[in-house]
C-alpha cells in the first residue's frame, strides 16, 4: 500500500520592519511618552506654584487684617480668576486674583481682593467698612 505524503509549505512570513523587534507594539506610542511625562511635570509644577501664590495670598491677607484692625474670617483666600500678564522685566507671569473676607465685629462679612503677579503681592484692596472706636 503506498501513502501519499502531503507536503506542506511554511507560510512566507511577513516583512519586518526595520528596527522593529518581532511581537512589538508600534513605534507610534512610544512618541507619546516624553509627551505625557512634560506634560505630568507642568501639572506638578503649577500644583506647586498655585499652592506657593495661595500662601502668599494668605500671608498678605493676613498682614492687611492686621494693619486694619479687623478680622480675617475663615483664615482662607478663594482663587477669583487667573491669567497671564507681563510683569516689570516684560515677561509672562500668571496674575492671580484672590478674594478674602473680613469682618469688624463678627457679624457683618465684608470682601477683600489680593491681586499677585507671579508670587509678589501687587495690590491689596478691601471694601469700605464701617468701624466703631469705641469697641
Same mark, same amino acid.
Given at each position: 500500500?503506498?501513502? #501519499?505524503?502531503?507536503?506542506?509549505? +511554511?507560510?512566507? @512570513?511577513?516583512?519586518? $520592519?526595520?528596527? =522593529?523587534?518581532?511581537?512589538?507594539?508600534?513605534?507610534?506610542?512610544?512618541?507619546?511618552?516624553?509627551?505625557?511625562?512634560?506634560?505630568?511635570?507642568?501639572?506638578?509644577?503649577?500644583?506647586?506654584?498655585?499652592?506657593?501664590? #495661595?500662601?502668599?495670598?494668605?500671608? +498678605?491677607?493676613? @498682614?492687611?487684617?492686621? $494693619?486694619?484692625? =479687623?478680622?480675617?474670617?475663615?483664615?482662607?483666600?478663594?482663587?477669583?480668576?487667573?491669567?497671564?500678564?507681563?510683569?516689570?522685566?516684560?515677561?509672562?507671569?500668571?496674575?492671580?486674583?484672590?478674594?478674602?473676607?473680613?469682618?469688624?465685629?463678627?457679624?457683618?462679612?465684608?470682601?477683600?481682593?489680593?491681586?499677585?503677579?507671579?508670587?509678589?503681592?501687587?495690590?491689596?484692596?478691601?471694601?469700605?467698612?464701617?468701624?466703631?472706636?469705641?469697641?
Amino acid at each position: 500500500m503506498s501513502r #501519499r505524503w502531503k507536503i506542506r509549505r +511554511a507560510k512566507p @512570513k511577513p516583512a519586518r $520592519r526595520p528596527g =522593529v523587534a518581532p511581537h512589538s507594539a508600534p513605534t507610534s506610542i512610544y512618541v507619546f511618552d516624553p509627551i505625557l511625562l512634560l506634560a505630568l511635570l507642568a501639572g506638578g509644577w503649577y500644583w506647586m506654584d498655585s499652592i506657593a501664590a #495661595r500662601d502668599a495670598a494668605l500671608a +498678605a491677607a493676613l @498682614k492687611a487684617c492686621q $494693619r486694619a484692625q =479687623v478680622q480675617l474670617l475663615d483664615h482662607t483666600v478663594a482663587r477669583e480668576r487667573i491669567r497671564l500678564m507681563r510683569n516689570p522685566s516684560g515677561r509672562l507671569s500668571l496674575c492671580r486674583v484672590y478674594t478674602f473676607e473680613f469682618a469688624t465685629d463678627g457679624w457683618h462679612r465684608y470682601r477683600g481682593i489680593i491681586a499677585l503677579l507671579g508670587r509678589r503681592v501687587v495690590e491689596v484692596e478691601m471694601e469700605p467698612y464701617r468701624f466703631d472706636p469705641e469697641e
